[in-house]
């Protein structure tokens, strides 16, 4: 109910209330006539609704438009340095302690860890336009769900290799970040974070009504990795090497010259253009570099689990990938890794409990309380603060 009544103020335009009554309306009607003609569509007919609604008004029915305005925003250390000798020496610890685990843990942790750099990628995927580029997508989970049922429809129904089948899922993903990319990036604020929901709903539809190549509600099985990657250590090993030459590539991206024009898009809008830049080509590029890597995360992930099902594109996947980035942090790279690591780790441990969602909940809540910049910007505050100090003794 909470998606639909976002809906329906959206669009009817913000802060307008005829709109949203008027809205309302529309999308009852509509549903009526849908039930009555075309039932399957109202799965997803208030989202076309809003699709058709934000292309033709970007503010809503009756909503006005948004004062474009400039808005200093992010750490300071975030967007001039580079990681230093100290965090490199910190990354190749971890990542040699990484490679050593399998030969001293069980291998449920390999499990695990494998989902953990699985939605280590998806998230840091995320803030690459979250965090940079100041655009909040309520719908990332499109992507991810595009790649997961790209490779399980390629090795499925095409009988392609498993090596193909994860080539083909990061095409699949940018395929769908390209045309979606184009229509979000000319909205902004809760507008564009609402069509991008919109678009994820539409592809949540797809897969779930298109029996035939989708497998509807119980989904692709059988998506096994290939006979050498059978092995939980090997496809740990597989898990771990591309995560963690994605993660390097995202980071690359964020101190590029692409990576700067995010930020400046994000803080200084009217600046940028004002010296020719097009802000919409870099944020639609943004978009669709992003689309890419959640669409290998995704192809990891079904691979992973051997099934892909509705399920990885619905709401709650795009919110659980805007979760890890807020918990850990969003204006640092390192920020959504730590997010999904704390995430996945408090959702498996918690799970054994009767009311483990309420219980997760409120760790959540908590640690957004008592960490408002998350929890790697919150203790580099803390760190910084007690630093100063001693500077000025």
């Known amino acids: 109910i909470i998606a639909t009544v976002f ?5 009817g335009g913000m802060g307008s ?9 529309i999308i009852s009607e509509l549903n009526a006539f849908g039930i009555l003609i075309f039932p399957k569509i109202t799965l997803v007919l208030m989202f076309l609704v809003m699709v058709v609604v934000l292309v033709i008004r970007p503010y809503g029915i ?3 438009p948004e004062t474009q305005t400039e808005k ?18 910190g990354f190749i610890t971890l990542l040699g302690a990484l490679v050593v685990l399998p030969f001293v843990v069980q291998e449920f942790y390999l ?5 953990v750099f699985v939605f280590a990628l998806f998230a840091a995927s995320l803030h690459l336009i979250m965090g940079n580029g100041g655009m909040v997508s309520f719908g990332h989970a499109a992507y991810f769900g595009l790649g997961a049922y790209g490779a399980g429809i390629a090795l499925v129904y095409f009988n392609w290799p498993m090596e193909a089948a994860l080539l083909a899922a990061p095409v699949i993903a940018v395929a769908g970040a390209t045309v979606f990319g184009w ?54 090993y597989l898990t771990l090497a591309l995560c963690t030459a994605c993660v390097l590539v995202i980071w690359r991206i964020i101190f590029a010259p692409f990576g700067f024009f995010l930020r400046a898009g994000r803080d200084s809008p009217i600046r940028l253009e004002s010296i020719g830049v097009d802000l919409r080509r870099q944020r639609w590029f943004g978009f669709m570099i992003a689309g890419l890597f959640a669409g290998v995360a995704g192809g990891i992930y079904g691979f992973s689990k051997g099934v892909v099902d ?16 807020l918990i850990g942090g969003v204006h640092t790279l390192t920020g959504p890794l730590v997010g999904a690591v704390t995430f996945v780790v408090l959702e498996d441990r918690l799970a054994t409990f009767e009311f483990w969602r309420a219980l997760f909940g409120g760790i959540i809540i908590v640690i957004c309380v008592v960490m408002p910049a998350g929890i790697v910007g919150s ?4 760190i910084s603060r007690f630093a100063s100090k001693d500077v000025e003794r």
């Not at 209330?17 to 309306?25: K, R, S, T």
């Not at 200093?72 to 020496?89: M, N, W």
């Not at 499990?111 to 989902?115: C, G, H, S, Y």
């Open 310 to 325: 509705p399920s990885t594109v619905d709401i709650p996947r795009s919110i659980d990938a805007l979760m890890m980035v």
């Open 72 to 89: 200093p925003g992010g750490e300071l250390e975030s967007i001039t340095q580079s990681p230093g000798r100290r965090a490199l020496f």
């Open 7 to 11: 809906v329906v103020v959206v669009i």
């Open 183 to 236: 229509f979000c990036v000319r909205l902004s604020g809760v507008y564009m974070a609402m069509l991008s929901l919109a678009f994820a709903q539409i592809v949540w539809s797809v897969v779930f009504q298109w029996t035939e190549m989708t497998g509807g509600e119980d989904g692709l099985v059988g998506i096994w990795p290939a006979e050498w990657l059978s092995s939980r250590v090997a496809f740990y």
């Open 62 to 64: 009756l909503g006005k």
């Open 17 to 25: 209330i005829v709109g949203a009554f008027l809205a309302a309306v």
């Open 111 to 115: 499990v695990l860890l494998t989902e």
């Open 379 to 382: 203790t580099r505050q803390v």
